[in-house]
């Protein structure tokens, strides 16, 4: 069982389009979400932190968290062909496993952005 | 602003080896974790230190081990490496807040390739 979902794609989106990325995760009590970009072979890099319910903006990225639904999304508004990667979504969560709280990863989405 | 900085960038070992990574934090940052990013998976959480103690562990067996010295700097060790073992090997840095549980904003490095025979 996945604590932390997403899927996988790829969403593929036309350039200049909202591209919407969603993740699901396990754990009412989660107080902390993050959305990372990860290009081929290269290490994830933050984009958004968000810790509270509703919208945070940063540029052309709005992540959107629902912690009643324990939903949170990223939109990517004006898609650039650049923008093409895996978004990897990001929990601090309870781990059954270990009893301890740990930031736990999707699997990522991988986005194509066609020119 | 320097960024994390990991080494090596890669690195070939054999079954029954032991391996050691090396990190060093963005400056300002206290908090070195460590993960395991296998193919096409999202990073597995391995350990978290914290004032060069071991504060948070994933679920990974003792023969991953750490270490974090006074300068914030960190080391991942493998022992008796296994051909799953293979791997990106990520070193990821965060200031130690109360908010988030210790799990502040993480900044990634570029992360060490692990290829084990």
């Known amino acids: 069982q996945k604590e932390v979902e997403q899927n996988s794609g790829p969403l593929s989106v036309p350039e200049g389009a909202i591209a919407s990325l969603n993740c699901t995760y396990s754990d009412r009590g989660s107080q902390s979400f993050f959305w990372y970009r990860q290009y081929s072979g290269k290490s994830p890099e933050l984009i958004m932190s968000i810790y509270s319910n509703g919208d945070k903006e940063d540029g052309r990225f709005t992540a959107q968290l629902n912690k009643a639904s324990q939903y949170v999304s990223l939109l990517i508004r004006d898609s650039q062909p650049s923008d093409s990667a895996t978004y990897l979504c990001a929990v601090n969560m309870f781990s059954e496993d270990t009893g301890r709280r740990a930031l736990t990863f999707g699997s990522g989405t991988r986005l194509q952005v066609q020119p | 602003d320097a960024g994390v900085t990991q080494s090596p960038t890669h690195l070939i070992k054999t079954r029954g080896q032991q391996v050691t990574l090396r990190c060093s934090p963005k400056?300002?940052?206290?908090?070195v974790s460590w993960y395991q990013q296998a193919l096409g998976q999202g990073p597995q959480f391995i350990f978290q230190?914290?004032?060069?103690?071991?504060?948070q562990r994933g679920n990974f067996p003792d023969r991953f081990s750490g270490h974090q010295f006074p300068n914030y700097s960190s080391e991942l060790n493998v022992n008796a490496l296994l051909l799953g073992d293979s791997a990106l090997y990520l070193c990821?840095?965060?200031?130690?807040?109360?908010?988030?549980?210790?799990?502040?904003?993480?900044?990634f490095g570029p992360g060490t390739r692990l290829t084990v025979l």
């Open positions: 990821a840095s965060s200031r130690d807040r109360v908010l988030a549980g210790g799990f502040d904003e993480q900044f």
């Open positions: 400056s300002g940052h206290d908090t």
């Open positions: 230190y914290y004032e060069e103690e071991e504060r």
